[in-house]
Nanobody, 121 residues
Framework: VQLQASGGGLVQAGGSLRLSCVAA????????MAWFRQAPGKEREFVAL????????YYADSVKGRSTISSDNAKDTVYLQMNNLTPEDTAVYYC???????????????WGQGTQFTVSS
């Protein structure tokens, strides 16, 4: 599986951004797609995930209520829409693919290259 993330950039506080991740060559065993982020000097943290089967979603408390993760199974693509952005959302965002629902980066088999997302105050 090869993951290609896109959509990062510079956004003003209060604005919105939409990230995309294409999972090329996805197998049926890969049932979970997740977004993680890593800010400078911090550990990589969970943001949101969705299951390909059933579309079950989970969100980190820090983004819950202002973010939506969705998938287009026909395009093997997952999206992360984030609204009401703050400078604390600034990080490199990574998409990941795995077999089971996990909220830690360990256990995800495949990772995208990361896309920088900067929120200016």
């Amino acid at each position: 599986v090869q993951l290609q993330a896109s959509g990062g950039g510079l956004v003003q506080a209060g604005g919105s951004l939409r990230l995309s991740c294409v999972a090329a060559g996805r197998s049926l065993s890969i049932n979970v797609m997740a977004w993680f982020r890593q800010a400078p000097g911090k550990e990589r943290e969970f943001v949101a995930l969705i299951t390909w089967s059933g579309g079950t979603t989970y969100y980190a408390d820090s983004v819950k209520g202002r973010s939506t993760i969705s998938s287009d199974n026909a395009k093997d693509t997952v999206y992360l829409q984030m609204n009401n952005l703050t400078p604390e959302d600034t990080a490199v965002y990574y998409c990941a693919a795995g077999r089971t629902v996990l909220f830690t980066s360990k256990g995800y088999d495949y990772w995208g290259q990361g896309t920088q997302f900067t929120v200016s105050s």
